[in-house]
């Protein structure tokens, strides 16, 4: 019996608790804020304002967002100016509450439609954001009903203050109107370009004696290191020291013969036709000899690098025979890499219209565009492979450190179109269960998840082919905090605010 008394009292109480709430909800005018959003090209301002009425001081609480990065704009000095007509009153603040905030107090003393100017001085120059449209009331009752009017009420709205974002990788931007024609998504696989990789060669033949103690693929090497030597000292044939030395004597053979005929050819005892032929035999001796010498010495061939770069891959091993002119080893310079692509025979007819790619590279999220690379599309084949009945394209980038030679990249190969179509960036773009959303700001804190037809996507951008509109401003980085915003349950719609 106690217990049903109790529960009946509790009940009571609530329900005049509600009735109290009802009827002071009516009155409870004092809630009311202006909610005032401007953009310029550098600063978003978000303000937070008492309403506007003559003689009532208005306190206004202003967010203020550097476009370039999405964070709080911290030193600063900043004008508040409202304008009516031709009276006008400002306040100048030296420094925020806090970073990004800016709290302005300004008391109206005329009614009407007004302009807000904020005045922003920064090291880096002085800037203006406008915000026209602003209504100045006779009473604060008029100016706390009218703002009560303007104030958003959609339940399905996400709050995600701007402390919130500021504190992640946000932004927000309108869709683009672009040209965005077929995208051809495939894989291709990475190789040196040509002229990029240097095979060395054996001149002579010999055995093989590395002088680095041992040479293995992706070892970086200078141009001009001595990485191995070629020795023939100890082979019957092919010895180049014997070669070396037989070189030498007949040098020093021929120069001792030019100089006994530039002699005996003062007393005309030689004849100048025996002359020359001495002179063209010690040409041809020292030539000989200088050529041995430089690339040989008693120790045998001395094998360097032709160029500065890593190792690609070594064909021999310590102490083995090589022929003349057998591959030793190849030096990839890593500057230029070449990009070989399969494309299904499907896309031939879209081939020719080809103005460009982007390309990812495994494990990383970003897309880099054939311009960014310094890139280029070398050829599309005119017929198919015959292993694979695909049909090649090859295209030319330069190593930004992060390709791998024999490696795999992903490609989107983009068609040229005239057509025009709405596009947001691959990040805006969230999937649940099959479906694809955005969410869409109705104001710099508030956001609506919005379900969205994606087309074609070229890694960089996708085509929204149905659910938005030009004037739509989306969250294109850091939708996925907003998301998760939408998910908790105990979000204060007011955290972090200073009121």
Not at 201 to 212: C, D, I, M, W
């Amino acid at each position: 019996m106690y217990k049903k008394l109790s529960l009946f009292f509790l009940l009571v109480i609530s329900l005049f608790a509600c009735k109290r709430a009802g009827d002071s909800h009516d009155h409870a005018h004092d809630e009311a804020f202006l909610y005032l959003t401007a953009y310029s090209d550098d600063f978003e301002v978000f303000a937070e304002a008492a309403p506007f009425a003559v003689g009532q001081p208005s306190g206004i609480y202003a967010h203020f967002t550097r476009l370039a990065d999405f964070k709080p704009l911290e030193d600063a000095v900043i004008t508040m100016s409202l304008v009516v007509g031709r009276d006008g009153i400002k306040q100048t603040l030296e420094a925020p509450v806090r970073k990004g905030i800016y709290a302005f107090q300004l008391t109206p003393l005329v009614a009407g439609q007004a302009s807000v100017y904020f005045d922003v001085r920064t090291p880096d120059g002085e800037y203006r954001v406008n915000m026209p449209g602003v209504m100045v009331y006779d009473d604060a009752h008029n100016a706390i009903h009218a703002a009560e009017e303007q104030m958003t009420h959609d339940p399905n709205a996400v709050m995600f203050t701007k402390e919130q974002s500021w504190k992640v990788n946000f932004a927000t931007e309108f869709p683009s109107l672009e040209a965005f024609g077929q995208v051809i998504k495939t894989s291709a696989r990475v190789v040196p370009a040509q002229g990029d990789e240097v095979v060395v060669p054996a001149r002579a033949g010999g055995l093989v004696q590395f002088t680095t103690g041992s040479l293995v693929e992706g070892m970086p090497v200078a141009a001009g290191k001595t990485l191995m030597n070629i020795s023939s000292g100890n082979l019957a044939d092919q010895n180049m020291s014997v070669r070396l030395a037989e070189a030498r004597l007949t040098f020093e053979k021929a120069g001792a013969d030019l100089e006994r005929a530039e002699k005996l050819s003062v007393d005309q005892i030689v004849s100048e036709r025996e002359l020359l032929r001495a002179r063209t035999e010690f040409e041809n001796a020292r030539l000989v000899y200088e050529n041995l010498s430089r690339h040989f010495s008693q120790a045998g061939q001395s094998v360097s690098s032709p160029a500065s770069g890593v190792i690609r891959q070594v064909w021999v091993q310590q102490g083995q025979f090589v022929e003349t002119g057998e591959p030793l080893f190849s030096v990839l310079q890593n500057k230029r890499l070449l990009l070989h692509a399969d494309v299904p025979q499907k896309y031939f007819r879209d081939l020719p219209s080809l103005a460009g790619a982007n390309i990812r590279i495994p494990g990383q999220d970003e897309v880099l565009s054939l311009e960014q690379l310094g890139g280029r599309i070398l050829s599309v084949g005119q017929a198919a492979n015959k292993e694979n009945f695909q049909i090649p394209v090859h295209l030319e980038v330069s190593q930004v450190g992060d390709f791998l030679p024999g490696g795999f990249v992903e490609l989107f190969l983009l068609v040229q179109k005239d057509q025009e179509v709405i596009t947001l960036p691959v990040d805006a773009i969230l999937e649940e269960q099959g479906t694809y959303y955005v969410f869409v700001q109705l104001s710099p804190e508030q956001f609506v998840k919005r379900e969205v037809r994606a087309g074609a996507t070229d890694g960089l951008r996708t085509e929204i082919r149905e659910g938005l509109s030009l004037a739509d401003r989306v969250v294109t980085r850091g939708a996925v905090w907003v998301k998760l915003a939408q998910s908790s349950a105990a979000l204060d719609p007011h955290a972090g605010h200073v009121h």
